[in-house]
């Protein structure tokens, strides 16, 4: 089960700042989250512009960078831009080369080839820099762990400028200059730039501020895609620049993207950054992880827009071929994590194999940490060498694991949550040791459980049309600042179907209030949670969806709960909860301590009860007697618990104030379902839940809090809370006047009718000695499943019947014994002569 983490769990509100700039309670909550609060912070995150960008020579080296390319272009020498295989590198090498273009210098530019040569700078690739007369190499996206190529370029007489973001190794390459926002003596104060971002960082440099903004609109559209597809945080100048850049996007002046965009079946619409990570950027990487890197940077750089088509459609085939190359990998992955438990028991994936293709197995290594949300290392094995992709899950910095393990691989490098690797296939089981064991020190089970990040719970009523468009004021999205997800509760679930060509995703209508049409992509699995017409839980984000003409709200699924199900029978694990509501075991204490007075009581009771059940049977449908019993029930909790009025309410926001030192007391299972919900959201630590029934069992002076979650059976129940509590610790009611029904329905399904004990004792009669399902022999005897444990617990009680039940696996093993001599009156059974003392008549 995913761990949702509810990020606010009161009502969702802005602060002084946010009400100032007029924005919409819900939407400034968003932004709080998100540690966007001061004004000056809420108004860039609104208004993006421009302005807001940071000098580029805050950067270290960047001086350097720019005088030693000032003085390249005055001396006329040879430049060349050495790039990277991915979107990141592409497009890093696409806008410098744009920008020497645009001031009439002609460079070289050089991307390795995937297959042949991997990532980064290597020796034989700068022999072919340096046989193009290169005076000048400037590397982007890469060369911030080249220690040795760069000594190589050095001693070849080429002069490196180094651009990069990855992270840094213990020492820094001896480059001319060496431009990374995460060197540990670079003062930049925001460090999530791509390999792309530097690289315009660089253009603002040489441009001077003016220039710069004037042309920025030649390399927007490019950043842009590449700080959504290298997975860097849309915040502070990102934002900036993805959220100008998708204004722009497919108007701007790349006649390449526009090619892609008419490619990818997005023209004319209004691209939004899921495009760009999703749609436009896997074509790019496609060509790279196939060996033809240049694609993307040709199509960039193109101007002629029927040559930039050609190089689109042919990008879009690679990327068919790609995806069939990838399916055939990802099942043969799967298939090799069914063969072997060690992989999936394991707290690191590690997977290798011989004719997987290095340029796609990052992307399976994706898509199994994503399923089994665990650190996923996948190897093609190619002679004595492999080759490998990683990628990781919060909580686990992959390249400080790969860098404890060094000894073992060739090269490596990367970032926190993906990476790269070469390794003698003799080193494999080695690997896989030593990095679970890193694993196994750094990640608790809890770590290995996909957390959810939820902005609220939102009401109903705020799910509309005119809050979707509200929300574009967050985009883009991407991380740090990701798509919101929001809770809501009881929801009843209207229909619920699956849908597409393998049937893999979820339909499905809830209502709250009003009908919502809800789907969930890829979540086929979900329908397993839950049924039609059983109340659930759901996490969505809220988007807008148009049929044959007409716009309305759908949300998009992220995970369900059950909240309460229709049919108990249905989800028979829950039944062993009725041992506890009920805790029958303490019949036999109490009719050992029973007094004549105990007696006498219990006949008054017994007659009063008579007369009431008269008044239901004469007009069940008439409530009145039900209201006359809770409105002396109210009254006497209300002097307890100095409400004026009777207004007995539940808890708003109950989720904000539980805490691990509380405890929820239960006494129905519509209590126990409710509660169950609650605490799932509110809190990390474990909070404790009892039934009523189970009271005594506790030392209740432990609790600061003591919660009720339903009525009391009687007075008595209530005085003894009060009696046995730290006299500092709160006692409160977590109920409302109507949730009294279940407490009636709970005394009618415990009281004594004769008609159903010889309905269950005729079925044993027949069946003698049997297994069976237990959730079956209850639908059998057509009784509520509170009914049928009463009688079992009686009729076990009284030597009638041995049972065993199985609650987990629903198993019901019984054998019927031997008929007494003596005639039984079950009326006077201690069980059922508990159960009538315990229901307080009013």
């Not at 104060?189 to 660089?202: D, M, T, V």
Request: proline fraction near 2%.
């Amino acid at each position: 089960m995913k761990k949702w983490t509810l990020l606010k769990k009161t009502k969702a509100s802005g602060n002084k700042f946010t009400r100032q700039l007029n924005i919409d309670d819900n939407i400034a909550q968003i932004m709080l989250n998100r540690n966007i609060s001061e004004y000056e912070d809420i108004e860039m995150y609104i208004n993006p512009s421009f302005d807001f960008l940071r000098d580029p020579f805050l950067l270290l080296d960047m001086q350097k960078a720019v005088s030693r390319i000032k003085l390249a272009i005055e001396k006329n020498e040879k430049i060349c831009i050495y790039g990277d295989y991915d979107v990141d590198g592409v497009s890093s090498t696409s806008i410098l080369k744009i920008y020497f273009e645009s001031i009439g210098y002609p460079v070289d530019y050089y991307i390795p080839n995937r297959l042949e040569e991997g990532y980064g700078l290597n020796k034989e690739a700068i022999d072919c820099v340096y046989n193009m007369k290169t005076d000048l190499m400037i590397t982007v996206d890469c060369g911030i762990t080249s220690v040795s190529e760069v000594d190589y370029a050095n001693k070849l007489g080429i002069d490196v400028i180094i651009t990069d973001h990855h992270e840094c190794q213990s020492e820094i390459p001896n480059a001319y200059a060496v431009i990374d926002p995460k060197r540990k003596d670079c003062e930049y104060p925001f460090k999530g730039l791509c390999g792309c971002g530097i690289a315009l960082k660089l253009i603002n440099a040489l441009s001077g501020k003016e220039n710069f903004k004037e042309n920025i609109n030649d390399y927007l559209e490019i950043v842009s895609l590449a700080t959504i597809c290298d997975i860097m945080p849309v915040l502070d100048e990102n934002r900036i620049i993805v959220k100008n850049g998708l204004e722009i996007l497919a108007r701007g002046n790349n006649v390449g993207m526009k090619a892609l965009i008419k490619v990818c079946g997005l023209e004319g619409k209004k691209i939004k950054s899921s495009h760009l990570g999703f749609a436009i950027g896997p074509r790019i990487n496609a060509c790279g992880r196939l060996g033809f890197s240049n694609l993307g940077v040709e199509l960039f750089t193109e101007k002629d827009p029927i040559k930039a088509e050609k190089i689109a459609e042919l990008m879009d085939l690679k990327n068919q071929e790609r995806q069939e190359i990838e399916a055939r990998i990802h099942k043969e992955a799967e298939e090799m994590i069914s063969a072997n438990p060690s992989y999936e028991e394991g707290k690191v994936i590690v997977l290798a194999a011989e004719n997987w293709h290095h340029g796609v197995i990052g992307i399976v290594a994706s898509k199994l940490t994503e399923k089994y949300y665990k650190p996923c290392i996948l190897l093609c094995i190619e002679g004595k060498m492999a080759t490998g992709s990683a990628r990781s899950i919060k909580g686990f910095d992959l390249f400080s694991a790969l860098y404890e393990c060094r000894d073992l691989m060739e090269r490596f490098g990367g970032h926190e949550q993906a990476a790269g690797l070469t390794i003698d296939i003799d080193n494999i089981d080695e690997l896989r040791r030593k990095i679970n064991n890193i694993a196994d020190n750094k990640l608790e089970i809890k770590d290995l459980i996909e957390e959810i990040k939820i902005e609220y719970e939102i009401e109903e009523e705020n799910i509309n049309l005119d809050f979707v468009d509200k929300l574009h004021v967050l985009e883009p999205f991407g991380i740090k600042n990701p798509t919101p997800y929001f809770l809501m509760r009881e929801c009843y679930v209207k229909r619920a179907y699956l849908i597409g060509k393998d049937k893999s995703h979820l339909k499905m209508t809830i209502v709250k209030d009003k009908e919502i049409e809800c789907i969930g992509f890829s979540m086929s699995y979900l329908m397993d949670k839950f049924d039609v017409e059983d109340m659930v839980d759901i996490v969505f984000q809220i988007d807008e969806n148009t049929y044959n003409g007409k716009t309305k709200v759908q949300l998009l699924l992220k995970d369900i709960r059950l909240n309460r199900p229709k049919n108990i029978l249905k989800r028979p694990q829950y039944l062993k909860e009725i041992d506890k509501l009920l805790n029958l075991n303490r019949a036999y204490i109490s009719s050992n301590r029973q007094n004549s007075s105990n007696i006498e009581e219990l006949d008054m009771a017994n007659k009063e009860k008579e007369k009431n059940k008269k008044i239901d049977t004469h007009n069940e449908k008439n409530d009145k007697n039900n209201i006359i019993n809770t409105d002396k029930i109210n009254n006497k909790i209300s002097e307890y618990f100095d409400i004026t009025g009777n207004k007995i309410c539940k808890i708003a926001n109950i989720a904000d104030i539980l805490s691990n030192d509380d405890l929820i007391i239960i006494n129905s299972m519509r209590g126990f379902f409710r509660a169950i919900s609650d605490i799932n959201i509110a809190s990390d630590e474990k909070i404790n839940y009892i039934f009523l029934s189970n009271i005594d069992k506790i030392d209740l002076k432990v609790y600061n809090k003591i919660i009720m979650y339903d009525y009391f059976d009687n007075y008595q129940e209530m005085e003894y809370i009060l009696k046995n509590k730290n006299n500092n610790s709160e006692f409160l009611i977590n109920f409302e006047s109507s949730d009294y029904i279940y407490i009636r329905n709970k005394f009618r399904e415990i009281d004594f009718v004769r008609d159903n004990f010889v309905l269950a004792y005729k079925f044993f009669m027949v069946n003698k000695k049997q297994t069976m399902r237990y959730s079956e022999f209850i639908e059998i005897l057509g009784l509520s499943p509170i009914k049928v444990y009463t009688i079992l617990k009686v009729l076990e009680s009284e030597d009638l019947l041995n049972y065993k039940i199985d609650y987990d696996k629903d198993l019901f093993e019984f054998e019927l014994l031997p008929k007494p001599n003596k005639k039984l009156d079950l009326e006077q059974n201690k069980i059922v002569k508990f159960l009538n003392s315990k229901i307080q008549i009013d």
